[in-house]
């Protein structure tokens, strides 16, 4: 019997280690195909300039590039080693495109809309999505200060000044001119003047002729300010300062102190050694360990008005990488100056001719000590940021691997996520957030108003995920590689009921919470399973945060639409409260807030206790 035994043992050994050595052969073998194939396809390619795309096992289009050469380009993914973010992207490239085009600058310009069209994993991680707030003193007859965003679709860039360091500078700068001179506020004029006349901050063009040769010395000292010459707006604190001091009025001549130290430090421009009025901006950079630091310096009439920094991992060669982020900077609402200086890697005749600005590569004399200020403030930079960077990898590009690889997925690029809210079952809405590679992906939100107006948060989530994805079906949006419902097995089991009757094969996920509601496990496979999480991993920390937000995000879209909704509809939500009885709760108490302080035994006096009771408990929960 024992003999038996040892032989069947011996069969079952022999039979896996022969299914094993087929599998290993299978996907050595498979490799090998792909590598032919690869390599057979780079013997075709021909050394002219133009992009290529590489994609994935899925045919999805992972990277674009640029090159002078093409095969020596894309000869150079696939030989020797590599590092960082490129040997990652190496590891998915199973098949690549490419593009033949007559120059350089087509090559630029059809990379950057390839890369706008097809929105590539790796691409992504090299995105500047930083803009800048510009203040406008409008072109009409009777100008107004506003503050922009959107420049490109302005036509006229002359009346735009900037740039500022965030929304807030602009509107604290808008604020103080506004204060300090009777411009217009009015988006449209009234018939009669408004409060801003009657405080002396208007000159009351609404109902007023006003000399135009007072509008225009108005419009002369604002362009003065906002080019960077302080001295008449201080001239004009100061000598406001002490009427107020002679007449003892301390508390508006403090108000007018807090201005001066404003334009005095926040204002304050750091002055270069250039005495000219032209606007220009100054690139450098900085790359170590995988990393490529960039500084940006604007200065606007001689003055460092603001910087700007990123800092980005490397795919690319160093000078494409520089050259592709200089041409894309400015497709971002940043006005493109006279003068654009850039380090020697830079190709400027490519840039000249793209952006169609003077483009220089200074080498000696003041602006090329422009051009060394910014590239040592890059590597200040880079030094500061780098093991920050590393601890935020870890929280989201290896943590999102992590989970990858808990749940045995072949790639996790994407995860939506879903959350509902409810007020005792009235404005029920749902929320969908996503994540992109770890990180959160705010242009992919959106938000659901549930049509079945009822407790039940089973039917909310049948709803909301049949909506999302057939709309997916439909319209051949990009599909998860995950779908995570902040729920328990109830609602992850109706979401895979409603993923499966569209024919759809993308895994659904839940998130356990314990006794004291915090999340301690993911609820995953079929049969489902629980999988623990240790609080202190950066697993945990991503599933966290994407938790809190998904719930933040459908929180603040419940209370948007319940905001909108008036005292009379929310007490048609209270079982026990008709039409009698509410006209004679909306004779009493005007407003939610009044009736929020009403006392139960108040309201009583009107419906009955076990109403009052319960509309007491609505109304607490009503923000």
Known sequence: MAIIVIMIKTIYIVFFFIEFTNIIWYILEGDYIMKSMIKEKLSLVPNLPGCYLMKNKDGVIIYVGKAKKLKNRLSSYFRGTHTGKTAKLVSEIVDFEYIVINSEKEALVLELNLIKKHDPKYNILLRDDKSYPYIELTNDSIPRLSVVRNINRKKDHRNLYGPYPNVTAARNTVNLLNRMYPLRKCTTFNKKPCLYYHINQCLGYCTKSIDHNVIDSLKSDIIKFLKGDNSLIIDKIKKEMKVYIDNMNYEKAKELKEMLDYINITLAKQEVELKDSVDRDVFGYYFDRGYLSIQVFFIRN??????????????DEIDEELT????????????????????????????????????????????????????????????????????????????????????????????????????????????????????????????????????DDYGTMREVIYRRYFRVLKDDLVRPDLIIVDGAKGQMNVAREVIESLNMNIPVVGLKKDDKHNTNSLLAFEPIEEIPIDKRSNLFYLLERMQDEVHNFTISYHKQIRSKGSLSSVLDNISGIGEIRKKELLKKYKTISKMKEASIDELSNIIPSNVAINLKEFLNEFN
């Open 302 to 315: 001689g003055k460092i008005v603001e910087r700007h920094f990123k800092i980005i991992p490397t795919i």
């Open 324 to 455: 592709r982020y200089i041409a894309d900077f400015y497709s971002k609402d940043v006005l493109i100056p006279k003068e654009v200086l850039v380090p020697d890697i830079v190709d400027d005749n490519l840039l000249k001719e793209y952006l169609n600005t003077n483009i220089l590569i200074p080498l000696k004399g003041i602006k090329h000590n422009l051009v060394e200020m910014a590239c040592n403030n890059a590597k200040i930079k880079l030094d500061e940021e780098y093991e920050l960077i590393k601890k935020d990898e870890n929280k989201t590009i290896l943590a999102n691997e992590e989970l990858r690889e808990i749940l045995n997925l072949s790639k996790l690029d994407r995860i939506e996520i879903f959350d509902n809210s409810n007020l005792f079952g009235t404005f029920n809405v749902s929320g969908m957030v996503v994540f992109t590679n770890g990180a959160p992906n705010k242009n992919e939100y959106r938000k659901f108003k549930i049509t079945n107006d009822k407790n």
